[in-house]
């Protein structure tokens, strides 16, 4: 089935087995590994991206419903280069360990800060409840998003 | 994981939904897929065809009557109920729909998926079944209505059957309600949850207990307790609780669920 899509800006157009989970079509076809597949069960939240402006698990999607719609990955966050202020964040209170889950952790909290620009400690774990770390880092992702938020 | 083979249908109407759900013995609907695309990795579902859902206007929104009546859309999302004002004529309904699972599975899940796939951990079973909601079941021969205490039949078995399709849910008006679960980490899987309603007497909806809600009135939160026990409940056992635990849980949930509710006004 054809499937055309917008991702990061850029207009994609592929022909796609409706069997395949979007994850799939965004790491393979389209080549965009920023994304990362954790567990592929819809736990982990490393393949969060934010679809049509709503954060979902791109495991728990098939690409063929996505038809149509616009896609936000964490390739598109920084901008010529320059990162955003969340990504600068866990950079700088060094918000992750093995990075796994860092894609899934950085969409998650971009969605928070773009509905809640001064989320509370408890609004920033609700938030990130879909996104597992499995370094348990959790302490310093939240100081990040803390720090970005204002 | 790579699914099975599998057609992909994006009907245009709720008839053409249907049509296309009766004219395929292995067609299954598809909401918000965060059940059904999981257990399809796991093969535990192998649908023909998914009929997809989603877009379709018929099955959306929220509308809130003069007498406090609720209609919900099946396909209305958790998310959007818990952003919903009309939603909030009955808030039970927000509160633990912000308890179910995280962020991004409730930007998608439904509420017509989550009693529709009935299984027995689910937080939403129990609460139509307390609350009194009816859920109005399509086919081509027409509309049925059905209670909420005669929809859900067994695991995973609900009173829509092949080629019907949930289309929304009412809820009467009322405000004292109360939930309250034992879960696998904070809003995660409940091991035992139970859902009541106050209006007389207490109304409650024990889930994970049973292959379905077990419903226990009794006259008021402190008879509750009693009144589980009375149930003889035969839960299963698992990893997470054994039944005797379970069991004992049935009596507290219970009895904080009639009380939160009572507390109401």
Not at chain 2, 57 to 69: P, Q, R
Request: net charge negative; hydrophobic share 45%.
């Amino acid at each position: 089935m054809d499937v055309a899509v917008t991702v990061n800006g850029v207009e994609y157009e592929r022909d796609v087995e409706p069997r395949k989970l979007l994850i799939h079509f965004i790491r393979d076809d389209l080549d965009l590994t920023g994304s990362h597949i954790g567990c592929d069960t819809g736990n982990c939240g490393a393949c969060s991206m934010i679809v049509d402006g709503l954060l979902v698990k791109s495991c728990m999607l098939l690409a063929v419903q996505a038809d149509g719609a616009t896609i936000e990955t964490v390739e598109g966050l920084a901008e010529d280069g320059k990162l955003t202020a969340l990504q600068q964040a866990f950079s700088d209170h060094h918000a992750l360990q093995c990075g796994y889950c860092t894609p899934g952790m950085l969409m998650s909290a971009t969605a928070l800060l773009r509905e809640n620009p001064s989320p509370s400690e408890r609004e920033i774990r609700k938030a990130l409840q879909g996104n597992l770390c499995r370094c348990t880092g959790y302490w310093n992702i939240f100081e990040a998003v803390k720090a970005a938020a204002k | 994981m790579l699914l099975r083979e599998v057609e992909y249908a994006k009907p245009a109407s709720v008839a053409d939904a249907l049509a296309t759900l009766a004219e395929h013995d292995g067609a299954r609907a598809l909401a918000g897929g965060q059940t059904l695309i999981n257990v399809m990795k796991a093969r535990a579902a192998s649908p023909d065809v998914l009929v997809d859902l989603n877009g379709l206007a018929e099955l959306k929104g929220i509308d809130l009557a003069a007498d406090g009546t609720l209609t919900i859309g099946a396909m209305t999302t958790y998310a959007e109920l818990i952003r919903s004002a009309e939603a909030r004529a009955r808030p039970i309904l927000g509160e633990v729909c912000a308890t179910i699972a995280d962020v991004q599975v409730r930007n998608r899940g439904t509420l017509g998926g989550n009693v529709c796939a009935n299984d027995p951990t689910n937080h939403l079973p129990p609460l139509m079944c307390a609350v009194g909601a009816e859920l109005t079941i399509a086919s081509a021969a027409g509309e049925r209505t059905v209670p909420a205490a005669d929809f859900f039949l067994g695991v995973y078995m609900t009173a829509v059957g092949p080629g019907e399709l949930l289309t929304r849910i009412t809820i009467p008006a009322g405000k004292r309600d109360g939930f309250a679960a034992v879960t696998l980490g904070v809003d995660g899987t409940c091991i035992v949850n139970a859902a009541a309603s106050v209006n007389g007497g207490v109304r409650v909806a024990l889930g994970c207990v049973d292959a379905v809600p077990v419903l226990v009135e009794a006259a008021s939160p402190e008879e509750v307790a009693d009144a589980v026990e009375r149930a003889a409940l035969r839960p299963p056992s698992d990893v997470h609780a054994s039944s005797e635990y379970r069991a004992h849980l049935a009596q507290v949930l219970a009895t904080r669920a009639a009380r939160e509710a009572a507390a109401r006004t």
